[in-house]
């Protein structure tokens, strides 16, 4: 650095070999049976998405709302209460977002694209 102050940056491709390399973890449990749902959601009534810069073109997108029907009758098995549900649907969106398996903006979701 010659003390001048930075006016721009060039931004590098990431090698494709790299992210390939990248494993995602296996999904068990209810983190599994809450992807399961989005799956099935987006199946069922998701839309694919045109013109709206907030949300990937042509991939199909759905309302959290759908996907939390989704997961609530597939856990009506389990016999717990709605709240118990409701509160576990919000840490499984959380896991699956941090585990890069969904993206959510606003209250649309969708399925992270594997490499």
């Known amino acids: 650095m010659d003390g001048d102050p930075i006016t721009s940056c060039i931004v590098k491709p990431q090698d494709a070999s790299y992210a ?13 049976v809450a992807h399961q749902a989005l799956v099935d959601a ?3 009534t998701g839309v694919k998405v045109q013109g ?3 949300l990937p073109a042509g991939r199909k997108v759905v ?22 549900v409701s509160k576990d649907f919000e840490r ?4 699956l977002i941090d585990l890069n398996y969904v993206r959510k903006e606003g209250d649309c979701v969708w399925l992270v694209e594997r490499t």
């Open 63 to 84: 309302n959290v709302i759908e996907w939390r029907n989704q997961y609530s009758r597939k856990r009506e098995v389990d016999r717990v209460q709605k709240a118990s």
């Open 20 to 32: 390939k390399t990248i494993k995602r973890r296996r999904l068990t449990g209810l983190t599994e």
């Open 42 to 44: 987006i199946r069922d």
């Open 92 to 95: 499984q969106v959380a896991k």
């Open 52 to 54: 709206n810069p907030d």
